[in-house]
């Protein structure tokens, strides 16, 4: 038999279809996020939940009459699904979009990615307390059975069916939109809405439209996949990161970059699975680095434009909520007080996800970076700490230090990597980046997989102090979780802190007075990274466990809705998000997988109505009362008095 | 390139060949610009002369197709946004570049803190940098602004916050002083206001603007370079340009 370096051609070329069928679900789902970022401006964050909508669609239509006996309903297979779901699916879509995501579109960009986020935790939920983790089974249709012999391998008919349609729908879309009139209202209505209403379209119905139509695209994506994959409610979860670094590799602006990355992208994790199986999962984020040192626009993508960073920061800086030196007190107090009121292990959940929480706002909230991958250091922090204090046998304090060390590390890589990107793109290159870590935990023997490292000794402090005492071990993170808060508080306070805030403020401005604001938002970035390192550390050796859950992008998930919850870019609010949080998640617990649709829920009513936060919106309201009192007191209303001179 | 001679020791920036095009489309088209040290240059030029881009291109905000350009002698044409700034060049925008939700105070004090050099300090405290306050005041007292130093930027009137910008780019000593349409969107009053302020900082520096109000250029300005179609038109004083048919062709003539 003819070899090729030692693999034989079966191999190679079924694992380079396997790759191409990939990459055709790639290419159709990244077309479909490419399109509703470019005309739509939101980063579509809930794709994978609608195409495992369309392959349970498929599931449905097949099993119509089980699912509702006693009508006489006809199952229908494959092709009806076909015909049907994507419409039905593009219909929700439609739907969605009425509802929820039409209201962020004036909004920063961010709130969108954290809608979609809280839709998709929110569907996906929904299923996985009706189906479980386990998949349902979907047969490939009677006419596409059977396959036929090529000489060097065997090819299904179904797969054959998969990568021509596929591809024939990626032509056909990439022909409308470049090529048609149609195509160019839409080309037209992302660059100058107002100048297209004033042609007499309809820009809603059309943003509508489109929005359905990409979410169809998913749709139809899923109910091809549904014979080749298992029909599960997790299926979506794990593409749609695949898929966003699919989009930022292929670069924005490019309807046939993203086709062909797609297809090039899943044939080369096909060939990396024959020659190198561990890294297969992770290739293509590898890939996306290595695109971003050099092509920062992406493959395809053209010249970037400049945009600003998201200021969401609700805070006023001379309020009594942002007085720093006082809040240290306040809750150093508090906390002193709350293990005789609360269970001291829930207590320590509590100031580790505080902490966890108050780094992530120092990046997202006073810098303005919507970051997605935050889990990355507080997981591998965890894994450090737990695993040299569990095999090493380092002091704890040592082992927590060794954490927050690689966090740093791993911290300033990514940043370097992602920093030169704004906006959803910043996103998208950070959850990205965060998998690389996540695969390579599930992988490496050390982390001991879905066990991870249990049983790590808290040992004595200093070498004296017990830690194994749950209350010694109590004010020992209090004062981690105080330290943390109070060195957030310096850096937002101090000489760099100032440089952030105008970087914030207005980037362009602060770059012509001389600042390379690149190199400042990367300490910033490489600063939150360590602090989260230290909630990480520190939550490995309260809990005596590190496991995959802490590198799960559903880590970096928490970070973002305690920071939201609670106040984006105010002094308390990730501290206050982060009780609601964890309350919510103990409260809620009895429930089960309805705690995912919980949190989904609370994104998305949080976006919608509580933007500002709880801080944020107490914050307004004591600048309201302030306000009454002043006229009352006989003070002219602000706005006038600063308006005269 | 040669070492600079005598004759252009007087001139701050020499831009050669200057081009930059869009998809095609040349916005600024082989321009060769030199402004005198210690003058008062003005570009003028129909809407869509290239002024703006012009402007970029010298504070590399843009990065030119093709050409040069050279600041005190020395090329500068591949150098990033901020180190140019940190050169000496120093550019306002079209519209008011202020820090909306920082004091007054603050956006001046953030203009002079990088040159104290405790900008990546943070672990320093904010009061770190209350020595700068004394020149802070001085800054705003030249602008009219010392009433207001602890009012928040966002809710100063527009003529304000453009004086606002302005101690802010002073706050830089920059020897070149970039003003993209300092009086654009004032009324009467504070143009003038505005054009005083300009002369004033005029002293021992060197200033380059845009400008459409042509009153306050012909008051202001030594040179006059004008732009049309992305090409230099003509140049010298007020009074040649003014008589220029070919500027009141394309410019004072055709659209305004």
């Known amino acids: 038999m003819m070899t090729l370096l030692g693999i034989s051609p079966q191999l190679l070329f079924g694992q380079l279809l396997i790759g191409l069928i990939n990459g055709v679900f790639y290419a159709m789902m990244s077309l479909g996020v490419a399109i509703i970022f470019g005309m739509l401006r939101i980063g579509n964050f809930v794709h994978g939940a609608q195409y495992m909508l369309g392959a349970f669609g498929a599931w449905y239509l097949l099993h119509l009459p089980d699912l509702f006996p006693g009508l006489g309903l006809p199952s229908l297979g494959y092709w009806w699904a076909l015909a049907l779901v994507p419409f039905a699916v593009g219909l929700i879509g439609a739907g969605m979009e009425r509802l929820f995501i039409r209201r962020v579109y004036d909004l920063e960009h961010a709130y969108g990615l954290l809608l979609t986020v809280g839709l998709a935790m929110v569907i996906e939920g929904l299923f996985n307390v009706g189906y479980g983790a386990a998949g349902q089974q979907y047969n490939i249709p009677d006419s596409l059975k059977g396959g036929v012999n090529l000489g060097f391998m065997f090819m299904p ?125 992770t290739v293509i984020f590898v890939i996306m680095a290595i695109v971003l040192v050099f092509r920062p626009a992406g493959l395809f993508g053209k010249e970037t434009v400049a945009a600003h960073a998201a200021d969401m920061s609700t805070a006023r800086p001379d309020s009594i909520l942002e007085n720093g030196k006082l809040w240290l007190v306040i809750l150093g107090v508090g906390g002193a007080i709350l293990p005789f009121l609360v269970y001291p292990v829930f207590g320590m959940k509590m100031l580790c996800l505080a902490l966890f929480a108050c780094a992530y706002n120092l990046i997202f909230g006073y810098v303005g970076l919507l970051a997605f991958g935050h889990a990355a250091f507080y997981g591998s922090s965890a894994y450090i700490a737990a695993y040299t204090a569990a095999s090493w046998g380092f002091p704890t304090e040592i082992a927590i230090l060794s954490g927050v060390a690689v966090a740093t590390v791993i911290g300033a890589l990514f940043g370097w990597l992602a920093i030169r990107r704004q906006g959803l793109y910043f996103a998208m290159i950070t959850l990205a980046l965060a998998q690389v870590v996540y695969f390579y935990a599930i992988q490496a023997p050390w982390t001991h997989g879905e066990d991870g490292i249990q049983s790590v000794p808290r040992g004595y402090l200093l070498g004296v102090i017990d830690l194994s005492d749950n209350m010694n071990m109590y004010y020992f993170v209090l004062a981690i979780f105080l330290i943390g808060f109070a060195a957030i508080y310096r850096i937002v306070r101090s000489p760099f802190g100032q440089v952030l805030k105008s970087i914030r403020e ?140 | 390139m040669s070492a600079p001679d005598n004759n252009q020791a007087d001139n701050i920036i020499e831009a050669r060949g200057l081009t930059k095009r869009f998809h095609g489309f040349a916005a600024v088209s082989e321009v060769d610009l030199d402004v ?221």
């Open chain 2, 36 to 256: 005198r040290r210690h003058a008062i240059h003005a570009l003028i030029g129909p809407n869509g002369a290239g002024k703006t881009t012009f402007f970029n291109l010298i504070t590399k905000v843009l990065q030119p197709t093709e050409g040069t350009i050279r600041f005190n002698g020395r090329d500068i044409t591949a150098e990033s946004p901020a180190a140019v700034a940190r050169r000496g060049i120093v550019r306002s925008f079209q519209i008011s570049a202020i820090f909306p939700r920082m004091t007054v105070a603050e956006n001046v004090r953030i203009a002079l803190q990088r040159p104290v050099g405790t900008s990546f300090h943070f672990w320093r405290p904010e009061s770190s940098l209350d020595t700068l306050n004394g020149r802070v005041d001085e800054l705003l007292d030249a602008v009219g602004l010392l009433s207001l130093r602890d009012q928040t930027a966002a809710g100063l009137p527009y003529g304000r916050k453009r004086a606002l910008e302005l101690a802010t780019t002073l706050a830089l000593e920059p020897e070149l002083l970039l003003l993209d349409e300092p009086t654009s969107g004032l009324g009467g009053e504070d143009v003038d206001r505005i054009a005083d302020l300009i002369r004033k900082v005029s002293a021992n520096r060197t200033i380059l603007m845009v400008e459409h109000n042509l009153s306050v250029v012909s008051k202001l300005a030594n040179t006059i370079t004008v732009l049309a179609r992305g090409k230099v038109l003509a140049e010298g004083t007020y009074a040649q340009i003014s008589t220029d048919q070919r500027v009141i062709e394309a410019y004072i003539g055709g659209e305004e």
């Open chain 1, 157 to 281: 008919y179904y797969r054959l069916w998969v990568i021509v349609a596929g591809i024939a729908v990626c032509i056909a879309t990439w022909y409308t939109i470049e090529r048609t009139k149609l195509g160019a209202y839409l080309r037209a209505a992302t660059e100058n809405p107002d100048l297209v209403r004033a042609f007499g379209i309809n820009v809603p119905r059309m943003l509508m439209l489109t929005y359905a139509f990409g979410v169809g695209l998913a749709g139809l994506a899923g109910v091809m996949a549904a014979p080749i994959y298992q029909v599960s409610p997790q299926m979506g979860q794990s593409i749609i990161i695949t898929i966003f670094a699919v989009v930022v590799i292929g670069g924005m602006g490019s309807i046939s970059g993203a086709i062909f990355t797609g297809l090039m992208l899943g044939m080369i994790e096909g060939l990396t699975k024959v020659f190198w199986p561990q890294a297969s999962t």
């Open chain 1, 506 to 645: 207005n980037e362009p401005r602060a770059i012509s007075l001389g600042y390379s604001t690149e190199r400042f938002k990367l300490l910033a970035f490489t600063l939150s990274a360590m602090l989260a390192g230290l909630a990480g550390g520190t939550k490995a050796i309260v809990f005596q466990i590190a496991s995959l859950a802490d590198v799960y992008f559903m880590t970096s998930t928490d970070a973002l809705l305690m920071t939201l919850i609670g106040g984006v870019g105010t002094l308390l609010g990730p501290v206050v998000g982060a009780v609601i949080v964890v309350t919510m998640q103990k409260e809620f617990a009895t429930l089960g997988s309805w705690v995912i649709v919980v949190q989904g829920t609370a994104f998305v009513l949080c976006v919608l109505f509580l933007r500002k936060g709880v801080v944020g919106t107490l914050e307004d309201w004591l600048a309201a009362r302030a306000e009454r009192r002043r006229i009352a007191a006989g003070g002219e209303p602000a706005a006038i008095a600063r308006g005269a001179h």
